[in-house]
């Protein structure tokens, strides 16, 4: 992984845990449940926030070398995309 992508990664990952971790309490203790749609709707900003660190990480490395590898290589790397956004490939 890119090293600052990686850094922001793991932080990414953190604030996470420390968030599920938040609502987990809110729903033992039967906090108000507009209270805790509002903290998981936080947990899938933040997950969302995550994911394109990943696919940023994913396209600066690994989706470069397969275009530039070209034929079935640039294929699979649109399909990998495309699978990972839940559209159909190939």
């Given amino acids: 992984?890119?090293?600052?992508?990686?850094?922001?990664?793991?932080h990414r990952a953190s604030i996470l845990e420390g968030q599920l971790r938040?609502?987990?309490?809110?729903?033992e203790n039967e906090d108000y449940c507009?209270?805790?749609?509002?903290?998981?709707?936080?947990?899938q900003r933040s997950l969302e926030s995550l994911n394109r660190l990943l696919l940023e990480n994913h396209m600066r490395t690994h989706v470069v070398?397969?275009?530039?590898?070209?034929?079935?290589?640039?294929?699979?790397?649109?399909d990998e995309i495309l699978k990972a956004f839940d559209f159909q490939g190939k």
């Avoid at 992984?1 to 793991?10: C, F, G, P, V």
């Avoid at 938040?22 to 729903?27: K, L, P, S």
């Avoid at 507009?34 to 947990?43: G, K, P």
Wanted: without cysteine.
């Fill in 1 to 10: 992984m890119i090293e600052d992508i990686k850094k922001r990664a793991l």
């Fill in 65 to 78: 070398h397969m275009f530039d590898a070209g034929g079935e290589e640039r294929d699979k790397a649109v």
């Fill in 22 to 27: 938040g609502v987990t309490r809110m729903i």
């Fill in 34 to 43: 507009m209270d805790i749609i509002t903290q998981s709707r936080a947990i």
